[in-house]
């Protein structure tokens, strides 16, 4: 069973910083890909930040030099940085994985946090 669980989110003014964790945990025997993802109410899921195994980061172009993604492959946690917060920047933020498990060495699959809330007031 593998699981991702995000903590970090909550309610901060315009202009303000906050800082998202997801810890992977689980039969896990590598984690490829782990992305942030988000999704305002009445909008799509849209991708914020993506991560790959080799250290590479690309970002949404609505995030970029705001916020800043980081990856600990031995602690199997992704974090987020948001600095300079939007009010459009409000929605659930969800991390994403791509993992083999020690039961599947050779099989990819993806997985989904439980979403944290992100409100930014104006």
């Known amino acids: 069973q593998v699981q991702l669980v995000e903590s970090g989110g909550g309610l901060v003014q315009a202009g303000g910083s906050l800082r998202l964790s997801c810890a992977v945990s689980g039969s896990i025997f590598a984690i490829k890909a782990m992305s942030w993802y988000r999704q305002a109410p009445g909008k799509q899921r849209e991708l914020v930040a993506a991560?790959?195994?080799?250290?590479?980061?690309n970002y949404a172009d609505s995030v970029k030099g705001r916020f800043t993604a980081s990856r600990d492959n031995a602690k199997k946690t992704v974090d987020l940085q948001m600095n300079s917060l939007k009010p459009e920047d409000t929605a659930v933020y969800y991390c994403y994985g791509v993992a083999t498990t020690t039961q599947a060495r050779g099989i990819n699959r993806a997985y989904w946090g439980q979403g944290t809330q992100v409100t930014v007031s104006s």
């Open positions: 991560t790959s195994s080799s250290g590479s980061v």
